[in-house]
């Protein structure tokens, strides 16, 4: 009788041994490590605030406190003050040349934040505007030509006088003629009126003192000399802003001081006008002109 053989064949024992092998195998495998995380990044510094920029009027015919140079770019001493000043003062500028005759709208509308146009402080400006400190001392000078007989200003009474309209020189021409006088004659700039001079169609001119010099010097073919008078008023020039602007008002006054003490302003000075300022004079009751520069 044949008996029923229970031998595994070795083919399914083989097998066998192979699934077992695998699944012990993927039961012991260790799970990989999770990636390291990126290292952290230091927080970027923030960006510094930029400065505030200040829009600035300026009547730029008037050389050597502000005009144009062959490029159009303005320049001139009061334009170097005031970049020195802002710079001082943590701020900066952008020049914007202005219209003598409607510069101060431009300041009160809001159109400029603060002029520099070697404008004179008065009391009835002050009405209306606030000043910075004194930056400049200046008084009225009389330009005639070589032959002029011209000695003093009681002379030009009877003359015809060049001004340049709605300033300073403007206003003690007209106490001198009378305010119907048709012998003074308004032009938009000085160096206008004194071309007329040289041209012969006036017979004076009177204006500011570092804008006469500056002509005289540089303009020797027209011939002229200047006549000082002892009649005419100091005047100093500021930086003028609207009324009741303090902040900013301090800002200013801070840098002219800043520069003042440390010799810029000096050199500044002496870059246009060949030598260091005189002792400053005493704050001087100007004169309460309608314009002035």
Wanted: glycine letters at 6%; a negative charge; proline letters at 5%.
């Amino acid at each position: 009788m044949h008996t029923l053989s229970l031998a595994i064949p070795a083919f399914w024992q083989r097998a066998a041994m192979l699934v077992a092998g695998l699944v012990l195998a993927a039961c012991g495998k260790q799970p990989e490590p999770a990636p390291a995380p990126a290292p952290a990044t230091e927080a970027a510094a923030p960006a510094p605030a930029p400065a505030q920029v200040y829009v600035v009027g300026t009547d730029a015919a008037y050389a050597p406190f502000e005009s144009q140079d062959e490029k159009g770019e303005i320049v001139g001493f009061d334009i170097d003050v005031v970049r020195a000043i802002a710079e001082k003062a943590g701020f900066e500028v952008k020049f914007v040349n202005t219209p003598w005759e409607g510069i101060f709208n431009t300041l009160q509308q809001g159109d400029r934040d603060f002029l520099v146009s070697a404008i004179t402080i008065t009391d009835e400006r002050k009405q209306t505007m606030d000043f910075s400190d004194p930056y400049f001392d200046a008084r009225q000078l009389i330009a005639v030509r070589q032959d002029s007989t011209v000695s003093k200003f009681e002379d030009l009474k009877t003359l015809r006088v060049g001004v340049q309209t709605g300033t300073t020189g403007d206003e003690v021409v007209t106490k001198l003629q009378g305010k119907n006088s048709t012998l003074i004659k308004r032009f938009e700039s000085t160096p206008l009126a004194l071309q007329e001079l040289q041209a012969g169609g006036v017979d004076a001119v009177v204006a500011d003192n570092g804008v006469v010099e500056n002509y005289v010097a540089n303009n020797a073919n027209a011939q002229f000399k200047t006549v000082s008078d002892d009649s005419f008023e100091a005047e100093q020039y500021g930086l003028a802003v609207r009324k009741g602007n303090t902040e900013l008002l301090e800002k200013l006054n801070q840098g002219l001081a800043a520069i003042k003490s440390d010799g810029t302003y000096d050199q500044i000075y002496a870059k246009w006008f060949g030598a260091k300022p005189a002792a400053e004079a005493p704050a001087a009751q100007a004169p309460a002109a309608e314009a002035s520069n």
